[in-house]
């Protein structure tokens, strides 16, 4: 039971997380200076990023559809792959976050 509560909590502060990046993406986009058709730089920029910015988009969906299924008791300790994959999609979506994050805002 103690698992179950902390994958549920760890899911909850997650999914808070990403819809607070979801939010400052479009932020961003409604704020920034230039556009897609300015320069390179802006084609370059909104395809990285609202490309990233989709895969959050279904990653945060998958994250919630594994909150679901914990809650209502499809997963066991042995049987669990929804949500592992899950969470394995999540952190390549964080790894990529990285790498834009460097070559974009550094």
């Not at 760890?10 to 704020?31: D, N, P, R, S």
């Not at 792959?81 to 899950?86: K, N, R």
Request: glycine letters at 6%; proline letters at 1%.
């Amino acid at each position: 039971m103690r698992a179950k509560k902390q994958a549920i909590i760890g899911l909850l502060f997650t999914i808070l997380l990403a819809t607070i990046f979801t939010l400052l993406q479009g932020m961003e986009y409604v704020e920034a200076p230039f556009n897609i058709n300015d320069s390179v730089f802006g084609s370059c920029f909104y395809m990285a990023t609202g490309f990233h910015g989709f895969h959050v988009f279904i990653g945060t969906c998958c994250l919630i559809v594994s909150l679901l299924r914990i809650v209502y008791n499809h997963f066991t300790s042995t049987h669990h792959f929804g949500f592992e994959s899950a969470a394995w999609y999540w952190h390549f979506v964080d790894v990529v976050w990285l790498f834009l994050f460097i070559t974009v805002y550094w």
